[in-house]
């Protein structure tokens, strides 16, 4: 079991920055994939981001591409997503989620995802 926790949501106006992380607690050697997926009021949850821990492969939404950056501290188990030129969509509660299977990289499908944090609010003003 993989329990991931994120933490560093918050208030921004837009064009500000903010930092999320994501500390993965547990059994970490069962995960290959590392996610960050967000979810708006009345919208369906879609993939932001996403980075394999051998290798440090990364992919990324073409709404973020340019933008978000995320990364990993292999010796804290912490991924992070560094979100930069914020905008007022990019307001949702933002999920961490590991996968078993590397290849959750590759399809960004939240289904690929086999544990989940609980959420944290990012809230950009305009």
């Known amino acids: 079991q993989v329990q991931p926790v994120e933490s560093g949501g918050g208030l921004v106006q837009a064009g500000g920055s903010l930092r999320l992380s994501c500390a993965a607690s547990g059994r970490t050697f069962n995960s290959a994939a590392m996610g960050w997926f967000r979810q708006a009021p009345g919208k369906e949850r879609e993939f932001v981001a996403a980075?394999?821990?051998?290798?440090?492969?990364?992919y990324y939404a073409d709404s973020v591409k340019g933008r978000f950056t995320i990364s990993r501290d292999n010796a804290k188990n912490t991924v992070y997503l560094q979100m930069n030129s914020l905008k007022p969509e990019d307001t949702a509660v933002y999920y961490c989620?590991?996968?078993?299977?590397?290849?959750?990289?590759?399809?960004?499908?939240?289904?690929?995802?086999?544990?989940w944090g609980q959420g944290t609010q990012v809230t950009v003003s305009s």
């Open positions: 989620a590991a996968g078993r299977s590397p290849l959750a990289v590759f399809t960004k499908r939240a289904a690929d995802y086999d544990y």
């Open positions: 980075l394999r821990w051998s290798g440090g492969v990364t």
